[in-house]
């Protein structure tokens, strides 16, 4: 998975999510080259996977670091397809994912039970740093529902939508693409743009295919008002309410369809969205994920 919208390099991420297609299409050979190239370049020896791949560097991966939503993409793409494939090996590395997971990335704060983005670097001081767009719903789920699961799994989905319940900002209540979470009120991490944007999209995406329609009223009154009129934009300033001077992508859009599609209990015409030529990789990579969003939050109703 290159992602063309920057340098063309590889992430951890869109190796999962591409993991995801190829399980979700069927397409087992395509499968197991993805995971051949994704261990042999980026997973690290305690099972976590180093976060970027830069293929014009003499080495590829300077910054051993993880991001943590590759790590829970490609546990769940080899935990569906062993089940899809019949192969129990695939199901034991993703085990052996998932306990790295829970050994470096979650942790008890503040009592609560939170999913560090990364291994390194969002700690501050009794804070710590949060990206909820990082909680892939049904994966969670998923796993604290495997035999002999740790309680940490169930624990983790509870306080995680804890937190985006309550983060909830400027007028339309809108979650931050980075949260700063400590034992006061949540706030928007100082650090990154205050925005409701680039990372804070996948929020109702993972929320529509965990099928959960409560929560996704916030999201559809934004995208309904009268200021953008059912289209989303890039992003949103969640401070002083300004937003992208550019037009979002197709991938927004498709995200704004699929969270229309379960709100209104995946009855009717099931949304699709197109590739193009003129999509990105997170473009196209948004689409593909709303379109097994909306097929499978279909299916199981």
């Known amino acids: 998975m290159i992602d063309t919208g920057?340098?063309?390099?590889?992430?951890?991420?869109?190796?999962?999510?591409?993991?995801?297609?190829?399980?979700?299409?069927?397409?087992?050979?395509?499968?197991?080259?993805?995971?051949?190239?994704?261990?042999g370049a980026l997973q690290r020896s305690d099972g976590l996977f180093s976060w970027k791949w830069s293929p014009r560097l003499s080495n590829p991966v300077p910054d051993k670091n993880n991001a943590t939503d590759g790590d829970l993409l490609i546990a769940w793409a080899l935990t569906r397809a062993a089940r899809r494939w019949n192969e129990p090996g695939w199901l034991e590395?993703?085990?052996?994912?998932?306990?790295?997971?829970?050994?470096?990335l979650?942790?008890?704060?503040?009592?609560?039970?939170?999913?560090m983005p990364g291994a390194e670097g969002f700690v501050r001081g009794s804070r710590r740093i949060v990206n909820l767009s990082y909680y892939v719903w049904l994966a969670l789920n998923e796993f604290a529902e495997q035999p002999g699961s740790d309680r940490r799994w169930r624990q983790l989905e509870r306080d995680g939508l804890w937190l985006l319940d309550n983060a909830a900002?400027?007028?339309?209540?809108?979650?931050?693409?980075?949260?700063?979470?400590?034992?006061?009120?949540?706030?928007?991490?100082?650090?990154?743009?205050?925005?409701?944007?680039?990372?804070?999209?996948r929020i109702p995406l993972?929320?529509?295919?965990?099928?959960?329609?409560?929560?996704?009223?916030?999201?559809?009154?934004?995208?309904?008002?009268?200021?953008f009129g059912g289209r989303p934009p890039a992003w949103i300033n969640l401070v002083d309410g300004s937003t992208a001077p550019y037009p979002?992508?197709?991938?927004?859009?498709?995200?704004?369809?699929?969270?229309?599609?379960?709100?209104?209990?995946?009855?009717?015409?099931?949304?699709?969205?197109?590739?193009?030529?003129?999509?990105?990789?997170y473009s196209a990579s948004l689409k593909l994920l709303s379109n097994m969003a909306a097929r499978?939050?279909?299916?199981?109703?």
Not at 7 to 36: K, P, Y
Not at 206 to 226: C, E, H, N, T
Not at 254 to 277: K, Q, R
Request: aromatic letters at 12%.
């Open 169 to 201: 900002f400027a007028v339309h209540g809108l979650p931050p693409d980075w949260l700063l979470y400590g034992n006061q009120e949540l706030r928007i991490a100082e650090g990154w743009p205050p925005h409701f944007g680039y990372d804070a999209i």
């Open 206 to 227: 993972y929320l529509a295919w965990r099928g959960d329609r409560a929560r996704l009223g916030r999201f559809l009154a934004a995208w309904r008002s009268p200021r």
């Open 248 to 281: 979002s992508s197709g991938g927004h859009r498709a995200v704004a369809a699929v969270t229309e599609f379960v709100a209104g209990g995946a009855v009717g015409s099931m949304p699709f969205a197109e590739l193009l030529a003129s999509d990105d990789y």
């Open 106 to 115: 979650v942790t008890e704060v503040h009592g609560r039970t939170i999913l």
């Open 6 to 39: 920057n340098n063309d390099v590889s992430h951890s991420e869109g190796q999962g999510w591409g993991l995801l297609f190829a399980q979700g299409n069927d397409d087992r050979e395509t499968f197991r080259r993805l995971w051949e190239w994704t261990s």
């Open 296 to 301: 499978e939050s279909a299916a199981i109703r």
């Open 93 to 104: 590395l993703a085990k052996r994912i998932q306990a790295a997971i829970l050994d470096r």
